[in-house]
């Protein structure tokens, strides 16, 4: 697991000038009076670097939370922000309505975990869950996966006899528009374009539009839901790394995933007060498998170090940036 960090609770933004430059923010200034905050507690991939959980992104308004995505280590990096960045409202037990962007694996191998973990850490109603067709089909499997624990805990001598409701689950599989509504967010959902059906989501709080793409290539859906938005948490994959990646990867990148060139062209026509990028395929040294290194290749050339990204966005955007972390918060 990640060290602990000795940053304050809220991470330093950094302005990122065309050449890539970057010139810390107070993160007091920019946090005070701010009603909503972007938590990221993971912002991963299918790779398992151990300093980068799977996708999670924390949406909290006030001292309530809303959780997108929940890919492996959520609950873990929600107990771990809670602890350092002092965010009670993402303690495992207060995470009671999730979104999903779509159903890979790195978006939801923590999903039996924020079930029933969440459950046994204090949640008492049913997780309310929504996401692409498949949602409901996943969330029946794994509480029939996990049936014998869940009755076990919940029979007459059972620590959660008490709250059976707390390990029940109601899937909402959705379409574009308004998904979601309460005193304190909207939700929009918009279609993506991905490998498998896949939404981005628009928040709309009280102080904060706050826009999450997921897994897309560049769409003009993501464009009108942000529209000035002040928060646009967006994947990127740099284009130095991908020349080294194999012909079918690079494929893949190109019909289902946005590049660092494309990602600067949709911030220029978005606007988002501060671009967040997040979900960057890259190796650390030794993590590679053998297999996707060049001929040749060093231990790290698969690796894309943070600079590298800022570099290729940066010099095509002009606008606030950041290379987000995870536990990093906005």
Not at 305 to 322: C, D, H, K, N, T
Request: aromatic share 6%.
């Amino acid at each position: 697991m990640k060290p602990t960090s000795t940053l304050p609770p809220v991470v330093m933004l950094l302005l990122i000038s065309a050449a890539g430059a970057q010139q810390p923010q107070d993160p007091e200034a920019m946090q005070h009076g701010l009603r909503t905050k972007v938590v990221l507690l993971g912002t991963g991939t299918p790779v398992p670097d151990p300093d980068r959980s799977g996708p999670a992104t924390v949406i909290v308004v006030d001292d309530r939370a809303y959780l997108v995505d929940f890919g492996p280590g959520v609950v873990r990096r929600a107990e771990l922000a809670v602890l350092t960045r002092k965010i009670p409202a993402v303690e495992p037990g207060n995470l009671k309505v999730a979104f999903v962007t779509h159903l890979h694996s790195d978006h939801t191998a923590g999903y039996s975990d924020l079930i029933l973990t969440g459950w046994t850490s204090g949640r008492t109603v049913p997780l309310e869950v929504y996401g692409p067709p498949g949602l409901q089909a996943m969330t029946e499997h794994i509480l029939q996966a996990y049936r014998v624990d869940i009755e076990t805990r919940t029979n007459p001598d059972g620590n959660q006899r008490r709250f059976p409701n707390g390990a029940k689950v109601n899937a909402h599989e959705i379409r574009p528009g308004v998904i979601y509504k309460d005193d304190k967010v909207t939700v929009i959902a918009f279609q993506t374009k991905h490998a498998m059906d896949s939404y981005g989501y628009r928040f709309d709080t009280p102080d904060r539009r706050v826009v999450i793409s997921g897994d897309t290539s560049p769409v003009a859906a993501t464009i009108k839901a942000c529209d000035g938005c002040d928060v646009l948490v967006h994947e990127a994959q740099p284009l130095e790394l991908l020349a080294k990646m194999p012909e079918s990867i690079q494929s893949f990148v190109a019909k289902y995933h946005t590049t660092t060139e494309q990602i600067a062209e949709l911030a220029n026509k978005a606007k988002p007060k501060l671009l967040v990028i997040y979900h960057t395929v890259s190796f650390p040294p030794g993590i590679a498998p053998p297999r996707l290194l060049p001929p040749k290749g060093s231990a790290d050339a698969l690796y894309a170090p943070p600079a590298m990204l800022q570099r290729e966005i940066g010099s095509r955007y002009s606008g606030r940036l950041v290379i987000g972390s995870d536990l990093d918060v906005y």
